[in-house]
């Protein structure tokens, strides 16, 4: 999103921030809570993020609106929220991160780097991968890290198998060794990751000699 930003020439009070949520939420009689970094970690978003973070995953596109039509998903709400949203964002002339994504791809131009380095790849959405392939069309060499174990934003769009597909397309190095997770946390890990079904199978271990550790 920085990136995009910047190329994109937007200063900071063009940006959809809580100040301006809060003036979006007293208009519209709505509930949204998206500009807080609590909220990103809230076991208990208000309906209105909720819908919100499904508009964003169309805008980016990890799902489609018909495909929330088949759901139990308000599709008229979600029309109106994303209608009033957009509306509110025109009369006071701001932009998003997501805008930035999209009028990057619409207009953005090749950036003159020789080496482009990619890290958290499996948090990357479809939109995103829009905005790697135009801004580094040119570049010498590409490096992607990333760990589709890892991944925390699929609400969001993420798509960690494009990850997976890469690590089986091109020359992939794998970090085999830890040297920071202590061997309780490790078991403990390696018990969730073996239960996920789409991913690489990867070598991994801990240090020889990382201590115990505790889980609290």
Not at 163 to 168: P, Y
Request: aromatic share 14%; net charge negative; hydrophobic share 35%.
């Amino acid at each position: 999103h920085a990136l995009t930003f910047r190329a994109l020439g937007y200063k900071r009070d063009q940006v959809f921030n809580r100040i301006q949520q809060n003036k979006f939420n007293k208009k519209y009689g709505y509930n949204l809570n998206v500009c807080e970094v609590s909220s990103r970690y809230n076991v208990h978003p208000t309906k209105d993020t909720e819908y919100f973070n499904m508009y964003e995953a169309i805008r980016s596109g990890s799902i489609t609106s018909e495909q929330y039509a088949s759901s139990e998903i308000d599709m008229e709400y979600l029309h109106h929220f994303a209608h009033d949203y957009e509306e509110f964002k025109a009369q006071e002339c701001l932009t998003d991160f997501t805008d930035c994504l999209v009028h990057y791809v619409q207009n953005g131009v090749t950036l003159p780097v020789k080496v482009a380095m990619i890290d958290e790849c499996q948090d990357i959405t479809s939109l995103q991968w829009k905005v790697i392939e135009i801004a580094f069309a040119k570049a010498e060499k590409i490096f992607i890290a990333g760990d589709e174990n890892q991944c925390l934003y699929t609400y969001n769009g993420a798509r960690p198998d494009f990850l997976i597909n890469f690590a089986k397309q091109f020359p992939t190095e794998y970090l085999s060794i830890s040297h920071r997770i202590p061997k309780q946390v490790y078991y403990l890990a390696k018990g969730i990751v073996d239960l996920i079904d789409d991913k690489t199978e990867k070598p991994f271990d801990m240090k020889k000699e990382n201590i115990n550790g505790k889980i609290v």
